[in-house]
């Protein structure tokens, strides 16, 4: 099993920046792609940006150049750097992983990020 627990959500104005923050623990060698998800009232839950083991990178078309994902292995955390950000990307944002390991999908509980002036 995997567990993920988010920080650094909250309240930001517009052009403003946030940096969210999950770190993963238990069977965190299972883990093969970290990565990010969003979701508000009424949509479907949609890819902000994910990592896979070595490098590979994939973002959403709607924060592709403002939003940037990294990893510190040995700290066991994910980070999404959310840089000019706009009241569309007011939403939670879920911290996401999979893992070799059933089942295989986890996620955290999520974070609100609020953008308004």
């Known amino acids: 099993q995997v567990q993920l627990v988010e920080s650094g959500g909250g309240l930001v104005q517009p052009g403003g920046s946030l940096r969210l923050s999950c770190v993963a623990s238990?069977?965190?060698?299972?883990?093969?792609?970290m990565g990010w998800y969003r979701q508000t009232p009424g949509k479907r839950r949609e890819l902000v940006a994910s990592?896979?083991?070595?490098?590979?990178?994939n973002y959403g078309d709607s924060v592709k150049g403002r939003f940037t994902i990294s990893r510190d292995n040995a700290e066991n955390t994910v980070y999404l750097q959310m840089n000019s950000l706009k009241p569309e990307d007011t939403a939670i944002y879920y911290c996401?992983?999979?893992?070799?390991?059933?089942?295989?999908?986890?996620w955290g509980q999520g974070t609100q990020v609020t953008v308004s002036s």
């Open positions: 238990g069977s965190v060698a299972s883990i093969f792609v």
């Open positions: 990592l896979v083991n070595g490098g590979v990178t």
């Open positions: 996401h992983t999979r893992a070799t390991i059933a089942p295989y999908t986890y």
